[in-house]
T-cell receptor, first 112, second 112 residues
Framework: DQQVKQNSPSLSVQEGRISILNCDYT??????FLWYKKYPAEGPTFLIS?????DKNEDGRFTVFLNKSAKHLSLHIVPSQPGDSAVYFC???????????FGTGTRLTVIP | KAGVTQTPRYLIKTRGQQVTLSCSPI?????VSWYQQTPGQGLQFLFE???????NKGNFPGRFSGRQFSNSRSEMNVSTLELGDSALYLC???????????FGSGTRLTVV
């Protein structure tokens, strides 16, 4: 049972435009959410996170929004750059837990 | 400081064989987690070790096992390999919550 879902396997965006990646979760006990970026032949690298006490967290071109009532989060990348082309994984964690639950990933392609 | 090191990078095994994968965490990190990545399934949690003790285990059959040594290095073993075990196996070390997880580049296991 997939507790974290990324329903869009791929997304293509023009350079300079906004990329919006979406993620839904089913477990109401999740209270910490993260986005990871993965290039081929490399492990995932941490991008940005958000605690459930917030609804927005921003880091440079990356902003994560959390809607707890809808059990939905999104990652906005503005402006998108060709180097952002990668697979993005959404992940969630419960307080005190020692593991992450990952979505299936969205492959972002930024077209120059 | 050195990152998370996984060996070997690539491995080809035959059905029915067993395999051992190795992970050296970042110096000072006592928690090591293992994940399996397959197409369409995202990253699935296998198990997590902390100070040589398994603290958490995912929903995988008993053929998947692991251990952690006193220097925090970890190994995972898969016995009686099946074709479906072909995947990228990722190790992550951490000091705490999700944004503290650092992943290795993974071991690509192919079972033929």
């Amino acid at each position: 049972d997939q507790q974290v879902k990324q329903n869009s396997p791929s997304l293509s965006v023009q350079e300079g435009r906004i990329s919006i990646l979406n993620c839904d979760y089913t477990n109401s006990m999740f209270d910490y959410f993260l986005w990871y970026k993965k290039y081929p032949a490399e492990g995932p690298t941490f991008l940005i996170s958000i605690s459930s006490i917030k609804d927005k967290n921003e880091d440079g071109r990356f902003t994560v929004f959390l809607n707890k009532s809808a059990k939905h989060l999104s990652l906005h990348i503005v402006p998108s750059q060709p180097g952002d082309s990668a697979v993005y994984f959404c992940a969630a964690q419960e307080t005190g837990a020692n593991n992450l639950f990952f979505g299936t990933g969205t492959r972002l392609t930024v077209i120059p | 400081k050195a990152g998370v090191t996984q060996t070997p990078r690539y491995l080809i095994k035959t059905r029915g064989q067993q395999v051992t994968l190795s992970c050296s965490p970042i110096s000072g990190h006592r928690s090591v987690s293992w994940y399996q990545q397959t197409p369409g399934q995202g990253l699935q949690f296998l198990f997590e070790y902390f100070s040589e003790t398994q603290r958490n285990k995912g929903n995988f059959p008993g053929r998947f096992s692991g251990r952690q040594f006193s220097n925090s290095r970890s190994e995972m073993n898969v016995s009686t390999l099946e074709l479906g075990d072909s995947a990228l196996y990722l190790c992550a070390s951490s000091e705490g919550q999700g944004d503290g997880y650092t992943f290795g580049s993974g071991t690509r296991l192919t079972v033929v």
